[in-house]
């Protein structure tokens, strides 16, 4: 069986990369890709099901916090009742997104932030270096550069310092983690196209 799975894992993989240099493996490979959403999809759905799972026996159990665990189910059904009945564009859907799922990303994401800068603090508390030194003051930098003031930019930090940080600096370490990261995919690729890992059937 595993001879099999290795098989089928490395002839779909070299068939799909050989739909990127020839015309004649085109066709497939759009169907193999399609075939690979559609089970993404059902692996999403999965998830869904077994999501819901986990939290009814929380709240079947009474366990702490099923109090969330029940919000959680009743937002995730009736999304999805409001989603199926109506379309993405009905303005009872937007108006859902732009009142309630855009700001709890923001607020979640706002605390990330204040958590990030909490974290750094404590890390310097615990052990002083250049490197956490250097974290907390962009930190500090970005925080300041980023808030609303009622006159406008904060000046100095919002002008000139700010755009610096995050067009150059950031920008920069965000491209060198994408070239890692498809560095690493490239290698887990070509390990699975090899058959030297083995995710499906074991090794």
Do not use: C
Not at 56 to 76: C, F, N
Not at 83 to 106: D, F, K, S, Y
Not at 126 to 139: E, K, P, S, Y
């Amino acid at each position: 069986m595993r001879i099999i799975t290795a098989v089928i894992a490395i002839a779909t993989g070299t068939l799909i990369l050989l739909g990127y240099f020839f015309e004649a493996f085109t066709d497939i490979q759009t169907l193999l890709l399609n075939w690979a959403v559609i089970l993404a999809g059902v692996a999403a759905i999965v998830g869904i099901f077994n999501l819901i799972a986990v939290h009814a026996d929380k709240i079947r159990r009474a366990e702490k916090g099923s109090v969330y665990s029940a919000l959680l189910l009743i937002g995730l059904v009736g999304t999805l009742l409001v989603g199926m009945l109506l379309t993405p564009r009905h303005p009872v859907m937007q108006l859902l997104l732009n009142g309630i799922i855009l700001p709890v990303e923001a607020a979640l994401m706002a605390l990330l932030a204040v958590s990030l800068l909490y974290a750094a603090i404590r890390l310097l508390r615990r052990r002083t270096d250049v490197m956490g030194i250097v974290f907390l003051l962009t930190a500090i930098i970005l925080f300041l550069g980023s808030a609303t003031l009622p006159f406008g930019d904060m000046p100095l930090f919002g002008t000139l310092i700010h755009p610096w940080v995050t067009q150059i600096w950031a920008l920069g370490g965000a491209r060198g983690i994408l070239i890692g990261v498809a560095l690493g995919t490239l290698t887990t690729g070509l390990r699975v196209l090899f058959g030297v890992d083995r995710p499906y059937g074991g090794n």
